[in-house]
């Protein structure tokens, strides 16, 4: 079956505008994750959805990120005013109710921020 | 202290080797242990689960220590296509809630040369 898409797959944006993350999880999957890694850096979890459960925002770096879960498939990552530091691979991962620490991931948005 | 730690290498090893990894964490209420395994620009996959019994699966074996809070990776028979980063990944338990994020090292990186 199709894995977890994200898109775009490469996003170039200047200093301070907002950009928009899309992740399409397996479909069925009730546990959505957003992480990032930035070059030479591990994997940094930024928030994850788990059904119709409060999502757990702990791992935002600042308010200027947000995302939302619409209907409890697709999820849009948002960074507002983007800086430099921002740029980075986001990888957005799903899991099924049955094993939510197998988590599948997608091919990532390279974002970067001139 | 990093909450997964891992040694970054590279390890250069010759087809046919034997060759280990370690890892070890800071937060003792993690209760689910993972390596996954990264290949270069690609995202992240789930190797294999870490018991605290140990598992074997194929040439690759994966030990838990709880006490030493120390996870660790053995592989034989080294091949080519084993080339790639080895993440060190634990799993933090939140409230009483299903579905967590994970906690990523930075990775161990492993060449194979023929």
């Known amino acids: 079956g199709a894995g977890v898409s994200q898109s775009p797959s490469n996003k170039v944006t200047e200093k301070g505008k907002d950009v928009e993350l899309r992740c399409d999880p397996i479909s069925g999957h009730t546990a959505l994750y957003w992480y990032r890694q930035s070059l030479g850096q591990g994997l940094e979890f930024l928030i994850y959805f788990q059904g119709n459960s409060a999502p757990d925002k702990s791992g935002l770096p600042s308010d200027r990120f947000s995302a939302e879960r619409t209907g409890g498939s697709v999820s849009t990552l948002t960074i507002q005013r983007t800086q430099q530091e921002d740029s980075a691979v986001y990888l957005c991962?799903?899991?099924?109710?049955?094993?939510?620490?197998?988590?599948?991931f997608g091919p990532g948005t390279r974002l970067t921020v001139t | 202290r990093k909450e997964v730690e891992q040694d970054p290498g590279p390890f250069n090893v010759p087809e046919g080797a034997t060759v280990a990894f370690n890892c070890t964490y800071s937060n003792s209420a993690s209760q689910s242990f993972f390596w996954y395994r990264q290949d270069c620009r690609k995202e992240p996959k789930l190797l294999m689960s870490v018991y605290s019994s140990g598992n074997e699966d194929g040439r690759f074996t994966a030990q838990l220590n709880r006490a030493s809070q120390y996870i660790s990776l053995l592989i034989r028979d080294s091949k080519l296509s084993d080339s790639a980063t080895y993440l060190c990944?634990?799993?933090?338990?939140?409230?009483?809630?299903?579905?967590?994020?994970?906690?990523f090292g930075k990775g161990t990186t492993l060449s194979v040369s023929s």
């Open positions: 991962a799903s899991s099924s109710i049955s094993n939510l620490y197998e988590q599948y």
């Open positions: 990944v634990v799993n933090l338990q939140r409230d009483n809630q299903a579905g967590t994020a994970l906690i």
